[in-house]
T-cell receptor
Framework: SQKIEQNSEALNIQEGKTATLTCNYT??????LQWYRQDPGRGPVFLLL?????KEKRKERLKVTFDTTLKQSLFHITASQPADSATYLC???????????FGSGTRLQVQP | KAGVTQTPRYLIKTRGQQVTLSCSPI?????VSWYQQTPGQGLQFLFE???????NKGNFPGRFSGRQFSNSRSEMNVSTLELGDSALYLC?????????????FGPGTRLTVT
């Protein structure tokens, strides 16, 4: 069956460190993968999109990698800040259903 | 430019009732998608509309329906509400007719069924 897995346990790190979140998928052949941030009680906010032919993408303190062999994407936040505390969701395109399928998200807590 | 707006923000209904939720996409956006978010199931795709046409529907019962108007505004309806329908319902819009576009989400409607 198709699955998108993100670490369900919260990730706690110290301010200034690099946070690394993982998104693994099975039985998908996504053309691209997106990452979103969601704060409590609010809708997700788009962060980055990476295509299957791209290995890495950066935006300010954010970096995403995409390994189609491992079927995995890593999301990094460097020099993390307490304001980065949120739930981070990965999503990939299910071409058969014409829908973005989301992982369950990983909650990141950055301690000052 | 105003973001995606959803009304109402909060709603309490009783089992068996029906409910209609509204979504106004960002001006110029023609694609609207709806999602249900619950703690147990996460974000699940409900349906997607483009130019008033439903292009795809998720794995939800027929009690869940939607439509899109000529101004791209969209509504979703849930009939015969069940306790399990309690969730945050999110609407997202995107600019082009391609799923590669980033989705702009609204704040959601929190539906509680008692």
């Amino acid at each position: 069956s198709q699955k998108i897995e993100q670490n369900s346990e919260a990730l706690n790190i110290q301010e200034g460190k690099t946070a690394t979140l993982t998104c693994n998928y099975t039985n998908y052949s996504p053309a691209y993968l997106q990452w979103y941030r969601q704060d409590p009680g609010r809708g997700p906010v788009f962060l980055l999109l990476i295509r299957e032919n791209e290995k890495e993408k950066r935006k300010e303190r954010l970096k995403v990698t995409f390994d189609t062999t491992l079927k995995q994407s890593l999301f990094h936040i460097t020099a993390s800040q307490p304001a980065d505390s949120a739930t981070y969701l990965c999503a990939l395109l299910d071409t058969g259903r014409r829908a973005l399928t989301f992982g369950s998200g990983t909650r990141l807590q950055v301690q000052p | 430019k105003a973001g995606v707006t959803q009304t109402p923000r909060y709603l309490i209904k009783t089992r068996g009732q029906q409910v209609t939720l509204s979504c106004s996409p960002i001006s110029g956006h023609r694609s609207v998608s709806w999602y249900q978010q619950t703690p147990g199931q996460g974000l699940q795709f409900l349906f997607e509309y483009f130019s008033e046409t439903q292009r795809n529907k998720g794995n939800f019962p027929g009690r869940f329906s939607g439509r899109q108007f000529s101004n791209s505004r969209s509504e979703m309806n849930v009939s015969t509400l069940e306790l399990g329908d309690s969730a945050l319902y999110l609407c997202a819009s995107s600019l082009r007719d391609t799923l590669e576009d980033e989705q702009y989400f609204g704040p959601g409607t929190r539906l509680t069924v008692t």
